[in-house]
Nanobody, 124 residues
Framework: VQLQAFGGGFVQAGGSLRLSCAAS????????MAWFRQAPGQEREFVAV????????DHDDSVKGRFAISRDNAKNTVYLQLDSLTPGDTAVYFC??????????????????WGQGTLVTVSS
């Protein structure tokens, strides 16, 4: 599966953005879909993940209550709504797909397919 992420941009603190990730294959609903982010000089870190059928989600504590992942299997697309953004959220955001189990949803190494990343910049 090929992934293409878009929707990043420049926003002031407290603002919102919606990221989208379009997948190339109709078997997209076979994949656990996630978002990760990587700030300059930092490791790539888990942000949020959604199960294959959309029935389960998991968000990192740092974004819980501010970000929300969703997916539309009919459109082969996963979304990440970013609200109440802070400068600490500045990073390149990547979508990723995994054929693995839900129990392994957080490690970067669980994901074999990655989008190209989209930059989110939050000013203070």
């Amino acid at each position: 599966v090929q992934l293409q992420a878009f929707g990043g941009g420049f926003v002031q603190a407290g603002g919102s953005l919606r990221l989208s990730c379009a997948a190339s294959r109709r078997t997209y609903n076979n994949y656990v879909m996630a978002w990760f982010r990587q700030a300059p000089g930092q490791e790539r870190e888990f942000v949020a993940v959604m199960s294959r059928n959309g029935g389960s989600t998991d968000h990192d504590d740092s974004v819980k209550g501010r970000f929300a992942i969703s997916r539309d299997n009919a459109k082969n697309t996963v979304y990440l709504q970013l609200d109440s953004l802070t400068p600490g959220d500045t990073a390149v955001y990547f979508c990723a797909a995994s054929l693995g189990t839900w129990g392994m949803r957080r490690p970067v190494a669980s994901y074999g397919y990655w989008g190209q990343g989209t930059l989110v910049t939050v000013s203070s």
